[in-house]
T-cell receptor, first 110, second 113 residues
Framework: EDKVVQSPLSLVVHEGDTVTLNCSYE??????LLWYKQEKKAPTFLFML????IEKKSGRLSSILDKKELFSILNITATQTGDSAVYLC??????????FGKGTLLTVNP | NAGVTQTPKFQVLKTGQSMTLQCAQD?????MSWYRQDPGMGLRLIHY???????DQGEVPNGYNVSRSTTEDFPLRLLSAAPSQTSVYFC????????????FGQGTRLTVV
Protein backbone atom coordinates (compact mmCIF):
# COMPACT_ATOMS: atom_id res chain seq x y z
CA GLU A 1 0.00 0.00 0.00
CA ASP A 2 1.26 3.45 -0.92
CA LYS A 3 2.34 5.62 2.00
CA VAL A 4 3.21 9.29 2.46
CA VAL A 5 4.63 10.73 5.69
CA GLN A 6 4.94 14.46 6.23
CA SER A 7 6.91 16.22 8.92
CA PRO A 8 6.57 18.19 10.98
CA LEU A 9 2.81 17.93 11.48
CA SER A 10 2.70 21.53 12.67
CA LEU A 11 5.07 24.45 12.73
CA VAL A 12 4.88 27.99 14.12
CA VAL A 13 7.29 30.63 12.83
CA HIS A 14 7.63 34.41 12.68
CA GLU A 15 7.30 36.47 9.56
CA GLY A 16 10.56 36.51 7.65
CA ASP A 17 11.67 33.06 8.76
CA THR A 18 12.57 30.33 6.29
CA VAL A 19 10.83 26.97 6.65
CA THR A 20 11.44 23.51 5.25
CA LEU A 21 8.64 20.98 5.04
CA ASN A 22 9.41 17.32 4.53
CA CYS A 23 7.67 14.53 2.68
CA SER A 24 8.83 10.92 2.50
CA TYR A 25 7.02 8.23 0.56
CA GLU A 26 6.69 4.59 -0.38
CA UNK A 27 4.80 3.97 -3.61
CA UNK A 28 4.59 1.23 -6.19
CA UNK A 29 5.83 2.46 -9.58
CA UNK A 30 6.34 6.10 -8.64
CA UNK A 31 5.18 8.57 -11.28
CA UNK A 32 4.98 11.98 -9.62
CA LEU A 33 4.92 13.88 -6.34
CA LEU A 34 2.65 16.87 -5.88
CA TRP A 35 2.49 19.67 -3.32
CA TYR A 36 -0.74 21.49 -2.48
CA LYS A 37 -1.62 24.43 -0.24
CA GLN A 38 -4.91 24.35 1.64
CA GLU A 39 -6.40 27.43 3.31
CA LYS A 40 -9.73 26.30 4.81
CA LYS A 41 -11.10 25.44 1.37
CA ALA A 42 -10.04 23.25 -1.51
CA PRO A 43 -6.36 22.36 -1.94
CA THR A 44 -4.62 24.47 -4.54
CA PHE A 45 -1.79 23.10 -6.64
CA LEU A 46 1.77 24.28 -6.04
CA PHE A 47 4.24 21.92 -7.71
CA MET A 48 4.55 18.61 -9.47
CA LEU A 49 7.89 16.81 -9.37
CA UNK A 50 8.85 13.83 -11.46
CA UNK A 51 12.66 13.92 -11.71
CA UNK A 52 15.31 13.91 -9.03
CA UNK A 53 17.45 16.96 -8.41
CA ILE A 54 15.46 19.43 -10.49
CA GLU A 55 14.23 22.31 -8.37
CA LYS A 56 10.82 23.75 -9.05
CA LYS A 57 10.47 27.38 -8.01
CA SER A 58 7.62 29.86 -7.75
CA GLY A 59 8.40 33.12 -6.03
CA ARG A 60 9.43 32.38 -2.45
CA LEU A 61 8.46 28.71 -2.70
CA SER A 62 10.67 25.97 -4.05
CA SER A 63 10.68 22.20 -4.02
CA ILE A 64 12.98 19.36 -4.92
CA LEU A 65 12.68 15.60 -5.19
CA ASP A 66 15.13 12.84 -4.30
CA LYS A 67 13.92 9.60 -5.91
CA LYS A 68 16.81 7.59 -4.51
CA GLU A 69 16.07 8.48 -0.89
CA LEU A 70 12.30 8.73 -1.53
CA PHE A 71 11.61 12.20 -0.21
CA SER A 72 10.84 15.74 -1.17
CA ILE A 73 11.17 19.09 0.57
CA LEU A 74 9.18 22.27 0.20
CA ASN A 75 11.03 25.46 1.14
CA ILE A 76 9.40 28.80 1.85
CA THR A 77 11.71 31.77 2.29
CA ALA A 78 10.84 35.13 3.89
CA THR A 79 7.55 33.76 5.17
CA GLN A 80 4.46 35.98 5.32
CA THR A 81 1.23 35.63 7.30
CA GLY A 82 -0.47 34.70 4.03
CA ASP A 83 1.64 31.56 3.91
CA SER A 84 -0.27 30.20 6.90
CA ALA A 85 -2.00 27.06 5.65
CA VAL A 86 -1.89 23.29 5.59
CA TYR A 87 0.65 22.02 3.07
CA LEU A 88 -0.19 18.64 1.59
CA CYS A 89 2.15 16.24 -0.16
CA UNK A 90 0.77 13.54 -2.46
CA UNK A 91 2.30 10.81 -4.62
CA UNK A 92 0.93 9.13 -7.69
CA UNK A 93 1.79 5.60 -8.71
CA UNK A 94 0.96 3.72 -11.85
CA UNK A 95 -2.78 3.40 -11.18
CA UNK A 96 -3.68 7.12 -11.23
CA UNK A 97 -4.45 7.16 -7.53
CA UNK A 98 -3.11 10.06 -5.48
CA UNK A 99 -2.08 9.16 -1.94
CA PHE A 100 -1.87 12.10 0.46
CA GLY A 101 0.08 12.63 3.63
CA LYS A 102 -1.56 14.09 6.73
CA GLY A 103 -0.26 17.55 5.95
CA THR A 104 1.85 20.15 7.74
CA LEU A 105 0.00 22.99 9.46
CA LEU A 106 2.14 26.11 9.07
CA THR A 107 1.33 29.16 11.18
CA VAL A 108 3.22 32.38 10.44
CA ASN A 109 2.91 34.98 13.18
CA PRO A 110 3.48 38.69 12.51
CA ASN B 1 -14.36 28.70 -15.81
CA ALA B 2 -16.41 26.33 -13.62
CA GLY B 3 -13.75 23.64 -13.13
CA VAL B 4 -14.96 21.11 -10.54
CA THR B 5 -18.34 21.88 -9.00
CA GLN B 6 -19.64 20.18 -5.87
CA THR B 7 -23.10 20.43 -4.41
CA PRO B 8 -24.28 20.95 -1.76
CA LYS B 9 -21.69 22.97 0.17
CA PHE B 10 -23.20 22.04 3.54
CA GLN B 11 -25.53 19.24 4.62
CA VAL B 12 -26.88 17.89 7.88
CA LEU B 13 -28.27 14.35 7.88
CA LYS B 14 -29.87 12.19 10.46
CA THR B 15 -28.40 8.76 11.14
CA GLY B 16 -29.78 6.27 8.64
CA GLN B 17 -30.72 8.79 5.96
CA SER B 18 -29.31 8.50 2.47
CA MET B 19 -28.09 11.23 0.19
CA THR B 20 -26.02 11.92 -2.89
CA LEU B 21 -23.15 14.36 -3.11
CA GLN B 22 -22.86 15.74 -6.61
CA CYS B 23 -19.64 16.39 -8.50
CA ALA B 24 -19.35 17.72 -12.04
CA GLN B 25 -16.35 18.85 -14.07
CA ASP B 26 -16.28 20.67 -17.39
CA UNK B 27 -12.65 20.03 -18.34
CA UNK B 28 -13.23 16.68 -20.08
CA UNK B 29 -11.04 14.98 -17.51
CA UNK B 30 -10.85 11.19 -17.56
CA UNK B 31 -9.93 10.67 -13.94
CA MET B 32 -12.21 11.63 -11.05
CA SER B 33 -12.04 10.80 -7.37
CA TRP B 34 -13.67 11.39 -4.01
CA TYR B 35 -11.77 12.11 -0.81
CA ARG B 36 -12.79 12.71 2.75
CA GLN B 37 -10.84 14.96 5.06
CA ASP B 38 -10.95 14.59 8.81
CA PRO B 39 -8.92 16.59 11.35
CA GLY B 40 -5.32 15.39 11.44
CA MET B 41 -5.94 12.73 8.78
CA GLY B 42 -5.10 14.45 5.52
CA LEU B 43 -7.13 13.41 2.47
CA ARG B 44 -8.24 9.80 2.25
CA LEU B 45 -9.41 8.30 -1.02
CA ILE B 46 -12.95 6.86 -1.00
CA HIS B 47 -13.58 5.87 -4.64
CA TYR B 48 -12.11 6.78 -7.97
CA UNK B 49 -12.85 6.42 -11.68
CA UNK B 50 -10.46 6.29 -14.63
CA UNK B 51 -13.24 6.89 -17.16
CA UNK B 52 -16.95 6.60 -17.84
CA UNK B 53 -18.27 3.22 -16.74
CA UNK B 54 -15.17 2.38 -14.66
CA UNK B 55 -14.94 2.82 -10.90
CA ASP B 56 -12.81 1.34 -8.17
CA GLN B 57 -12.43 1.47 -4.41
CA GLY B 58 -9.95 3.61 -2.58
CA GLU B 59 -8.70 3.46 0.98
CA VAL B 60 -12.03 4.01 2.82
CA PRO B 61 -14.92 2.84 0.56
CA ASN B 62 -17.27 1.29 3.13
CA GLY B 63 -20.67 3.00 3.33
CA TYR B 64 -20.28 4.78 -0.01
CA ASN B 65 -21.26 4.00 -3.59
CA VAL B 66 -20.28 5.71 -6.83
CA SER B 67 -21.14 5.49 -10.50
CA ARG B 68 -19.71 7.15 -13.60
CA SER B 69 -22.26 7.17 -16.39
CA THR B 70 -20.77 10.24 -18.09
CA THR B 71 -17.31 11.81 -18.27
CA GLU B 72 -18.59 14.95 -16.53
CA ASP B 73 -20.38 13.57 -13.46
CA PHE B 74 -19.22 11.45 -10.54
CA PRO B 75 -21.82 11.35 -7.73
CA LEU B 76 -21.07 9.89 -4.31
CA ARG B 77 -23.93 8.12 -2.52
CA LEU B 78 -24.20 7.58 1.20
CA LEU B 79 -26.50 4.61 1.61
CA SER B 80 -27.29 4.88 5.33
CA ALA B 81 -25.51 7.79 6.97
CA ALA B 82 -23.59 7.22 10.20
CA PRO B 83 -21.98 9.76 12.57
CA SER B 84 -18.57 8.37 11.51
CA GLN B 85 -19.24 9.81 8.05
CA THR B 86 -19.23 13.36 9.40
CA SER B 87 -16.43 14.91 7.39
CA VAL B 88 -15.51 17.30 4.62
CA TYR B 89 -15.75 15.66 1.21
CA PHE B 90 -13.72 16.74 -1.80
CA CYS B 91 -14.14 15.71 -5.39
CA UNK B 92 -11.14 15.98 -7.71
CA UNK B 93 -10.48 15.48 -11.39
CA UNK B 94 -7.43 15.25 -13.63
CA UNK B 95 -6.53 14.50 -17.21
CA UNK B 96 -6.10 10.90 -18.27
CA UNK B 97 -2.33 11.10 -17.93
CA UNK B 98 -0.21 10.07 -15.00
CA UNK B 99 1.89 13.22 -14.67
CA UNK B 100 -0.79 15.81 -14.23
CA UNK B 101 -2.21 17.82 -11.37
CA UNK B 102 -5.56 17.17 -9.75
CA UNK B 103 -8.16 19.94 -9.55
CA PHE B 104 -10.40 20.02 -6.50
CA GLY B 105 -13.95 21.13 -5.92
CA GLN B 106 -14.74 23.48 -3.03
CA GLY B 107 -15.85 20.68 -0.75
CA THR B 108 -19.03 19.54 1.00
CA ARG B 109 -19.19 19.75 4.77
CA LEU B 110 -21.40 16.89 5.95
CA THR B 111 -22.63 16.44 9.50
CA VAL B 112 -24.48 13.28 10.53
CA VAL B 113 -26.39 13.56 13.79
Amino acid sequence: EDKVVQSPLSLVVHEGDTVTLNCSYEVTNFRSLLWYKQEKKAPTFLFMLTSSGIEKKSGRLSSILDKKELFSILNITATQTGDSAVYLCAVRGSNYKLTFGKGTLLTVNP
Amino acid sequence: NAGVTQTPKFQVLKTGQSMTLQCAQDMNHEYMSWYRQDPGMGLRLIHYSVGAGITDQGEVPNGYNVSRSTTEDFPLRLLSAAPSQTSVYFCASSEGRLNTEAFFGQGTRLTVV
